[in-house]
């Protein structure tokens, strides 16, 4: 896996509303998974849980997390499969009472604010350390030819 930061192609991937799957780890090492919409400034990943998550609690242990977004468009065997996993580690987690972090998440997928405001959430961004892409012929990107 290429080290961080991301290549502009792959930036603009995770700049897209994918959804995505991110994992985290038990007390006992083994991984925890959930579909996660995710945030993406540029650099860092950015993350909304509900504080009753089970995943926040292991991250709040153990900040090394793992995260698969996968291409929206894909349709097999129509649409080329995409998808790119990021190794990072949560580098902040912070109350957001306001919501004011899910609602970027949410108008990001819905285009509409979190309806359910009495929610209590927490925000947590992600450095990435390493990344890997993958479409369906192979690795992505490509090395430009020549």
Known sequence: MPPGPVPAEVS???????LAVVASLRADGTPHTAT???GWD??????????TRLRLSFMRRDPRVSLTVLDRHFSYPQAAHRMVSVNGRVVELRD????????VLALRYTGRPYPQRD?????????????????HTGHWPRPAAG
């Open 42 to 51: 540029g650099e860092r990943i950015l993350l909304s849980m509900d504080e």
């Open 12 to 18: 603009a991937f995770l700049a897209e509303p994918h």
């Open 96 to 103: 957001d009472p306001g919501l004011l972090d899910f609602d």
């Open 36 to 38: 996660t919409w995710y």
């Open 119 to 135: 929610a209590r959430r927490v925000t947590a961004v992600v450095e990435i350390d390493s990344w890997y892409g993958w479409e």
